[in-house]
C-alpha cells in the first residue's frame, strides 16, 4: 500500500494589473480522478467551470488561499504568491505527505517535503487540478468585481493587461482592485474612487467597498444598484452556498456607532427591498430560494472606513 499523500499545488494571477493573487492545493482521490485535467491555460472557460465542479465534488482536499493586491503591492508578487500557496496548503486540513508544486521554486517556510515540477500543471492531475480550482477561483472573482467596476469589463480580461484593459486605464485611472505597484497602473491616478473628506461620494463609495467586502468573503456578486423602475432598487444582490443574499448599505461619517445607520433601514424600507427582491426572483426566474437579507454600514469617519456586516437583519413582513 503507497502511504504517499501528495498535495498539488498551483497559482493563478501573477501577471494581471487588477485583482489578487490565488493559489489552491489538491489532494485527489487516486481511485476517481476526474477525467480530462490539464494546464487551466489550455481549457475553455466552460470546460474549466466544468471541471472545477467535478473536482470539488471527488477531490479528498482541496485548499485556497488568496493574497489581494494591497499586499501584493507592499510585498511584491512573488512573496505574495508564495503566501497564497502557503494558505493553500494549510487550508487543506488533510494531512499529507508532499507537496508538488508547479514551476522551479520551492514554497518558503513551508515545513513539508516538496518537489518542483516544471510544467506540472500539465503532467501531474494533482497539480492540474490545483490550477483549475486556482483559475477558476479567481476568474468568479473577477467576474463579480466587474459588477463594481463594470467600464474596465473585468469580466473579459480578468485584470490581465489587454488592449482594451490598459484603453480603460488611461481614460478612467485606476480603481481600488488595482495593482499599484504595476506597470502601467503606477502612473495611472484615482480619478473616480476617492471617498475621504468627500461626503458626497459616501453613497456610491459605501456600495463599492461594500461588495469589495462581499466578493472577498466568498460571496459572488450578482447586482450592484438593482434598479426596479418606480419601486426602487437594492444596493447589492449577491450569492453564496446556493443562498441569494439582498444587501442594504448604509454610509456615515461623524456618529460613534452605526445605530443611526441601522436605524434607517425602517419597517417600510425593509418592505421596499423585500418587493423589489420579489420582482428580482421572479424575473430571473429563480424557483423557490434560499433568501436572506443583510445590511452592511461602512464608517467614513476614519482613513480606513469600518464595516460592519449584519446578516439575517431583518425578516420583511
Known amino acids: 500500500m503507497n502511504s504517499k499523500v501528495i498535495a498539488g499545488v498551483d497559482e493563478a494571477g501573477r501577471g494581471p494589473l487588477a485583482g489578487p493573487v490565488v493559489a489552491s492545493a489538491v489532494v485527489l482521490n487516486p481511485q476517481d480522478i476526474p477525467e480530462g485535467l490539464r494546464d487551466s491555460k489550455k481549457l475553455s472557460e ?10 470539488r465534488s471527488k477531490a479528498l ?23 497564497a500557496m502557503r494558505q493553500a496548503v494549510s487550508n487543506l486540513n488533510y494531512e499529507i505527505t508532499q507537496v508538488q508544486v508547479d514551476g522551479n521554486h520551492k514554497i518558503p517556510g513551508l515545513q513539508i517535503a516538496q518537489e518542483c515540477i516544471i510544467g506540472g500543471d500539465d503532467l501531474v492531475p494533482e497539480i492540474s487540478a490545483a490550477s483549475i480550482i486556482a483559475k477558476t477561483t479567481r476568474d468568479a472573482m473577477m467576474i463579480s468585481y466587474d459588477k463594481l467596476f463594470p467600464e474596465y469589463s473585468f469580466k473579459s480580461h480578468k485584470g490581465y493587461g489587454s488592449k482594451a484593459h490598459m484603453e480603460t486605464l488611461r481614460e478612467h485611472g485606476r480603481t481600488p482592485v488595482h ?23 459616501y453613497g456610491r463609495m459605501g456600495e463599492i467597498i461594500s461588495g469589495m467586502f462581499l466578493i472577498r468573503n466568498g460571496y459572488h456578486l450578482l447586482e450592484h444598484s438593482y434598479h426596479a423602475g418606480r419601486e426602487g432598487e437594492i444596493d447589492l444582490i449577491a450569492t453564496k452556498a446556493d443562498e441569494v443574499i439582498f444587501v ?41 430560494p434560499e433568501c436572506r437579507f443583510d ?12 464595516i460592519n456586516h449584519y446578516t439575517e437583519a431583518f425578516l420583511p413582513l
Open 61 to 83: 482536499a482541496i485548499g485556497v488561499g488568496i493574497v489581494h493586491e494591497q499586499d501584493i503591492d507592499r510585498n511584491n508578487i512573488l512573496q505574495a504568491t508564495f503566501e
Open 179 to 201: 495593482r499599484r505597484s504595476f506597470r502601467p497602473v503606477d502612473s495611472c491616478p484615482n480619478k473616480k474612487y476617492q471617498y475621504f473628506n468627500l461626503e458626497s461620494s
Open 46 to 55: 466552460k470546460r474549466r467551470n466544468v471541471l472545477a465542479k467535478d473536482i
Open 248 to 288: 442594504e448599505v448604509k454610509s456615515f461619517a461623524g456618529e460613534q456607532d452605526d445605530t443611526v445607520a441601522l436605524e434607517r433601514v425602517t419597517p417600510a424600507k425593509q418592505k421596499q427591498i423585500a418587493r423589489i427582491a420579489e420582482m428580482y426572483l421572479e424575473k430571473h426566474e429563480v424557483d423557490q
Open 295 to 306: 445590511i452592511i454600514t461602512i464608517n467614513f469617519s476614519e482613513p480606513k472606513p469600518q
